[in-house]
């Protein structure tokens, strides 16, 4: 089917929107998630772009003018939710922020209990987040699509336990892990409602867990999926279109279909169900919108400007009989130290082969 847009020159807004809806815009969109990396343009150091929004969201918006995203996903840190709740963050001058796992905030079965509720709009961290995109929509947002992000609520357990421990803990309290998810989601679906209020056009989660390289599927079935889907529920309730980020090998997207059922997934490879990507393309791409899948490594390591043309070729024509449904974008954040003229031959290769007709 031809794009019913073909010939006009719509918005990265428009653009998006289309895709998400399915309804072939002008050519593919693009997403770079050329989030940490944009603090180079205005020469931020790393602390101040992940903590002063108005230093993060002039970043943005630079960074957008010089690349040409279509849509920006607003992705910090893994480290933004478990913060507020009082977990410990270092913040590296030239690399992302991370937690220091070996003073986690829940150090035994008992405080998973402990976890309380938290009001996302007056903690530092979520509400630093909420300001970048109220920041965003005033400036940019009737141009540029603007997609927050939320870390699921057992990725923030994982930041406020440690990733081996919450592993274990899975297997030999699950009754602990799930009662403190259930109090994270309901913050997170706090936070939802405050991005979508804040101006927000789509809303992200990170299921990073629902993938054959973190958990089986059964088990992210009984740990996370109940409150993933608490919390996908109410992103959906506020209009917006709803995603989800998963950059885990092997990811799960019949079991994330079955519980949270989004629009479009961001992810770095294939489904679980299928060998290579011409097959998830024949099979998910007209059930569930690809947001991806270039390999961020290769972006900021090996390839050159005409090498990043060749990679995002290939990746817009394994998915161009998807009726519209592919967003160009590396399979997970921009490399933070990459250089930006491979970002910017993702925007070029999207509008030289990425054109609908």
Not at 39 to 67: H, M, N
Request: with cysteine; hydrophobic share 40%.
């Amino acid at each position: 089917m031809a794009s019913l847009f073909q010939g006009q020159q719509m918005t990265g807004l428009e653009r998006t929107a289309a895709a998400l809806s399915r309804q072939k815009p002008d050519r593919v969109p693009v997403c770079t998630l050329f989030n940490g990396a944009s603090r180079r343009v205005l020469g931020v150091d790393y602390p101040k772009w992940s903590t002063d929004a108005e230093e993060c969201a002039e970043s943005f918006i630079q960074a957008q003018k010089i690349i040409g995203d279509d849509c920006l996903t607003l992705l910090i840190d893994l480290s933004v939710e478990c913060a507020d709740w009082g977990q410990e963050v270092v913040y590296p001058v030239n690399s992302t922020a991370y937690t220091q796992t070996y003073n986690p905030v829940i150090k035994g079965r008992d405080d998973y209990y402990k976890i309380e509720r938290i009001n996302p709009r007056e903690t530092p961290r979520m509400s630093m987040v909420l300001k970048v995109i109220d920041i965003l929509s005033k400036r940019i947002g009737k141009e540029v699509a603007i997609c927050a992000f939320i870390y699921g609520p057992l990725g923030v357990l994982s930041q406020l336990r440690g990733h081996e421990q919450v592993f274990m803990d899975c297997l030999k309290h699950p009754e602990a892990v799930m009662h403190a998810e259930d109090v994270i989601a309901d913050v997170l679906c706090d936070y939802a409602k405050a991005m979508a209020e804040a101006g927000a056009h789509a809303l992200m989660q990170d299921t990073l867990y629902a993938s054959q390289s973190i958990m089986r599927k059964k088990m992210w079935e009984k740990i996370e999926a109940p409150y993933a889907k608490k919390v996908m529920d109410t992103m959906r309730s506020t209009g917006l279109p709803v995603l989800l980020h998963n950059c885990g090998n092997g990811i799960y997207f019949d079991a994330q279909q079955k519980w949270l059922d989004p629009v479009g997934i961001s992810h770095a490879y294939p489904a679980d169900d299928c060998k290579n990507w011409e097959e998830h393309a024949a099979k998910w791409g007209n059930q569930i919108v690809t947001v991806g899948y270039l390999t961020p490594s290769e972006l900021a390591l090996a390839y050159t400007y005409e090498d990043t043309l060749e990679a995002a070729r290939k990746c817009i024509e394994t998915f161009k009989d998807c009726n519209g449904g592919f967003i160009l974008a590396p399979g997970c954040e921009y490399p933070p130290n990459g250089t930006v003229l491979n970002a910017m031959a993702i925007v070029e290769a999207a509008k030289t082969y990425g054109v609908y007709k």
